[in-house]
């Protein structure tokens, strides 16, 4: 028994420093690589990005939204129609593969409240896309670029799964793919 032990705690020893290792790329890189595109009708945000440490796990984010401009002057929409593209570095989180096999193996499914469905992003990253029609609906596009980085795209108050198509367009995952953290 004691054995197993001294062997366990010898194993760990020898893995955690590896793990630690595992650096996250720096949010002010990852910003570069967020959609700038006008959309019609629509306002773009200041991006929002942060790289966090906390108790041994470091974490890297960064985000931006388009908020539906109002079409009258008078009225405030406090339900506006909002996109927000998200892109994290899930490097060193726990179950990170976990993530990405349940974002790329989906069964289609269709039902009375939306659908979701496989979706490979410019034919070169898998992924999913889901719309719901509760109430005023809302879609998602999810998808992971190179087992590293998470990126959703969500539509909240809207069915509309072509304009996150759209911003998908408009973004370099070529370019997000080759990117590394600071030595």
Do not use: W
């Not at 992003?121 to 509760?134: C, D, F, H, Q, S």
Request: net charge negative; hydrophobic share 40%; aromatic share 10%.
């Amino acid at each position: 028994m004691i054995r197993k032990c001294f062997l366990i705690v010898a194993l760990c020893s020898f893995l955690i420093p590896t793990f630690a290792q595992v650096k996250v790329v720096d949010y002010t890189k990852m910003m570069l690589f967020l959609p700038q595109i006008k959309l019609p009708g629509f306002e773009l945000l200041e991006p929002i990005g942060s790289t966090d440490v906390m108790e041994g796990m470091t974490n890297s984010y960064v985000y931006v939204d388009y908020v539906a401009i109002s079409n009258t002057k008078d009225s405030v929409d406090y339900n506006p129609v909002r996109l927000r593209i998200h892109i994290e570095d899930v490097t060193r989180q726990p179950y990170a593969e976990l993530q990405f096999d349940q974002i790329t193996y989906l069964v289609d499914h269709a039902d009375i409240n939306g659908y979701e469905k496989k979706y490979k992003v410019k034919n070169l990253y898998p992924g999913r896309i889901r719309v719901e029609a509760v109430e005023t609906g809302c879609c998602k596009i999810e998808f992971a670029v190179d087992n590293r980085f998470r990126v959703t795209l969500d539509g909240t108050n809207t069915q509309d799964i072509e304009l996150l198509k759209k911003l998908i367009e408009s973004m370099d995952f070529d370019g997000l793919s080759k990117l590394q953290p600071d030595k």
